[in-house]
């Protein structure tokens, strides 16, 4: 029972590189998020997904890519990262959206040097 | 005024002792409540959600007061486990018709043997 996943756990890249986070889940739940974890921030939404090729901009979507071809992966992809852009970022999924018990993924530490 | 707000702690408390924290929030028209746990370097996991009725699950109590727009969370007969941060979640529909979930900064909880 893998519940979700992420990869990779930890990544250093360096500014202005393209980066690409997976999330995968095995519950077929509908819903799928993204969020980075800052200090003196809240988790913020990035992404989410209703459903496959259902996307929509959360809170802090800018320099953020998403795709949801399959209900089961939803990948994030910065496309040139930028220092802002270090952070601990967390996949979740839920059954039916943001007012429902979301499952998080274990995480996916980034630096951006 | 941040959309939710928490006292950060941390709190230190002997084991066994009772500990109460709350969490305010600034919508009024907020719809779901929640408290997630995420201990050190780990995902945030759901604890409970939060009903108009108030709410309990063994040692863990839930109450949430509208008039004054806050939820709290009570913890009875604290253990050593029970170290972790608490964040308080809040679910709103906006004026522009879509869902919003907002995390709070989490209140640090240490249990001291």
């Known amino acids: 029972d893998a519940g979700i996943t992420q990869s990779p756990r930890y990544k250093i890249t360096e500014t202005g590189r393209q980066v690409t986070l997976m999330c995968h889940q095995t519950?077929?739940?509908?819903?799928m998020f993204w969020y980075r974890q800052d200090l003196g921030h809240g988790l913020r939404l990035i992404y989410y997904?209703?459903?496959?090729?259902?996307?929509d901009k959360g809170e802090v979507p800018d320099g953020y890519v998403v795709s949801r071809s399959k209900t089961e992966n939803f990948p994030l992809t910065l496309e040139s990262a930028t220092r802002s852009q270090t952070s601990v970022y967390f996949c979740?999924?839920?059954?039916?959206?943001?007012?429902?018990?979301?499952?998080f993924g274990p995480g996916t530490r980034l630096t951006v040097t | 005024r941040k959309e939710v707000e928490q006292d950060p702690g941390p709190f230190n408390v002997p084991e066994g002792a009772t500990v109460a924290f709350n969490c305010t929030y600034s919508?009024?028209?907020?719809?779901?409540f929640f408290w997630y746990r995420q201990d050190c370097r780990k995902e945030p996991k759901l604890l409970m959600s939060?009903?108009?009725s108030g709410n309990e699950d063994g040692r863990f109590t839930a109450q949430l007061n509208r008039a004054s727009q806050y939820i709290s969370l009570l913890i009875r007969d604290s253990k050593l486990s029970d170290s972790a941060t608490y964040l308080c979640?809040?679910?709103?529909?906006?004026?522009?018709?879509?869902?919003?979930?907002?995390f709070g900064t989490g209140t640090r909880l240490t249990i001291i043997p």
């Open positions: 979740a999924s839920s059954q039916t959206g943001l007012g429902d018990e979301q499952y």
């Open positions: 519950w077929s739940h509908s819903y």
């Open positions: 997904s209703a459903a496959a090729d259902i996307t």
């Open positions: 919508n009024s028209a907020s719809q779901s």
């Open positions: 939060v009903y108009s």
């Open positions: 979640v809040v679910n709103y529909l906006s004026n522009f018709g879509n869902e919003k979930l907002t």
